[in-house]
């Protein structure tokens, strides 16, 4: 069974720090090379925050985090991690990571993806005080 589950969200003030988890399981090698980290907050679009390939070992970040936060994997374990410091108040949202096929490992289809895109879990909060 394909799972996703994210923990480590929290509240904390601007200016703080988090670091998200993502335990995958169920998935065949190929569809974790693929993993990121997307958000969404209520009334706004889905927006991505990191990729990362390791097949290659490239990672990919959206301007809105690029600096702040850091995606790293422990492929022994299949964990995604999210680092997240200098929070702002436009951070809060419900972060999801996801696990894609490699075909969709792009910018692109984290904001926009299409029906086969692959699997995302429930998510963890975010909320970031002023």
């Known amino acids: 069974q394909v799972q996703l589950v994210e923990s480590g969200g929290g509240s904390v003030q601007a200016g703080g720090s988090l670091r998200l988890s993502c335990a995958a399981s169920?998935?065949?090698?190929?569809?974790?090379?693929?993993m990121g980290w997307f958000r969404q907050a209520p009334g706004k679009e889905r927006e991505g925050v990191a990729i990362?390939?390791?097949?290659?070992?490239?990672?990919y970040y959206y301007d809105s985090v690029k600096g702040r936060f850091t995606i790293s994997k422990d492929n022994t374990k299949n964990i995604l991690y999210l680092e997240m410091n200098d929070l702002k108040p436009e951070d809060s949202a419900m972060y999801h990571c996801a696990a894609v096929h490699p075909i969709y490992c792009s910018a692109g289809y984290f904001e926009d993806p299409p029906s086969d895109f692959g699997y995302w879990g429930q998510g963890t909060q975010v909320t970031v005080s002023s």
């Open positions: 990362i390939y390791t097949g290659g070992g490239s990672t």
């Open positions: 169920g998935f065949g090698a190929a569809m974790v090379n693929c």
